[in-house]
Each structure stands twice: as C-alpha cells, then as structure tokens.
C-alpha cells in the first residue's frame, strides 16, 4: 500500500516556466488536497478537491491550477514559475473532507530561479 | 483571526532527557486538535488526535494534553530517543464559516547524543 505518492522530488525551474506536480493515493480517499510549506510558517491551502470533477481554492491559489478527473490523481500545475512560489510542496489525502486525519506525500521541493 | 502559534520555535535536548511542546489556538468553535510529527525530507504524520471531551492521551513516549477553556495543549516525551529529532506540528480544525483545518509552524526539535 503506497499511500500518497507525490512527484518530483526536488525541481529547479526558471521563472515564467511552468510544470506539474504529480500526486497519487490508492486509499479510495475522497478528500485531496495541496499545500506549501515556507520557513516559519505553518502548512497553507493552496487548492483542494472533495471528489472527481470538483476543485475549490484554498487560502494561496494564484499562480496554481489543479484538476481532479479521478479520485486517484491530483495534479498541481503552476502556470508561469515565479520565485514567490519556491517552497516545499505537499499533496494529502483525507478519506473525507470532514476527516481531519491528512496523509502526505513525501513532498516537492521548488526553487524557481 | 483564527490562528495557531507553536512554541517554542526550536528546541535542543540531551538523549533521555524530557520535553514538552506548546500549542495555543484561537480556532473556535473547536472540532478537534492533531499533533503531527514531520521528520526531515518527509510529510507529516498523524501522531494523536485530541477531542473537546479528552484531556490526556498517550501514544508511546508522546503524552498529549488538552485544556479547551484556556485553548492550549501540549505535547510531551519521554525518555528522547535520537529519532525524535523532527519538527511536530500543531493542527486545530474547526467549523468557522465552513470545515477549516490551521496549522501551527511547528517547533523544531533536536535530539543529541
């Protein structure tokens, strides 16, 4: 059992370049969601999705698009890099969006230079 | 505002040695109160999970209290192993204007032989 697998690792991007970050559970969890992690502060909600073919913003979502066309996979794509958006990221899942018990991946670590 | 403020922000102790980890939270109305351990390089994990009814639950050498008229709990351990050195996140989740989860930044901690 994998739990939540999240892709890449590590990531060099220069600014106005874009990529994704790829994010899977095989738990059947309903709840998914993306998160930045920046020194001294705590975790941030960047988008989040309550099931397939529903997604909702978070409390940091510009610059940051995701879509949720299965309940396995929740990509995180960033549209034009900026180096504001050098952090470490987190997918979690949930089984539902009431439980509070998150899974995260082992996180992504961005620079955009 | 609802906020989450951890202290202290890092913490050094000797092998063997105790500690205790703070946590206030200004969330209201409370659901409930997790503390998650995050080693480095990986994603948090769930470590207990605190209810307004409980005051005390252990798992292991991690004793976690909650006080939900003064807000605070606190994490203790015992008897510190070298693989305690983590950061241990604070995460209080509430049902204000819609299910919220808030993270604390974490406190640091380092464990030397």
């Known amino acids: 059992n994998a739990g939540v697998t999240q892709t890449p690792k590590f990531q060099v991007l220069k600014t106005g370049q874009s990529m994704t970050l790829q994010c899977a559970q095989d738990m059947n969890h309903e709840y998914m969601s993306w998160y930045r992690q920046d020194p001294g502060m705590g975790l941030r909600l960047i988008h989040y999705s309550v099931g397939a073919g529903i997604t909702d913003q978070g409390e940091v979502p510009n610059g940051y698009n995701v879509s949720r066309s299965t309940t396995e996979d929740f990509p995180l794509r960033l549209l034009s890099a900026a180096p504001s958006q050098t952090s470490v990221y987190f997918c979690a899942s949930n089984f539902y969006r009431g439980d509070t018990e998150a899974f995260f991946g082992q996180g992504t670590r961005l620079t955009v230079v | 505002k609802n906020q989450v403020e951890q202290s202290p922000q890092s913490l050094i102790i000797l092998e063997g040695k105790n500690c205790t980890l703070q946590c206030n939270y200004t969330v209201s109305p409370f659901s409930n109160l997790r503390w998650y351990k995050q080693d480095t390089g990986r994603g948090p994990v769930s470590l207990t999970i605190m209810t307004f009814s409980e005051n005390t639950k252990s798992n292991g050498r991690y004793t976690a209290t909650l006080d939900a008229d003064t807000k605070q709990s606190s994490l203790h351990i015992t008897a510190s192993q070298l693989s305690d050195s983590a950061s241990y996140i604070c995460?209080?989740?509430?049902?204000?204007?819609?299910?919220?989860?808030?993270f604390g930044a974490g406190t640091r901690l380092f464990v030397k032989a």
């Open positions: 995460v209080v989740s509430g049902n204000t204007g819609g299910f919220k989860t808030i």
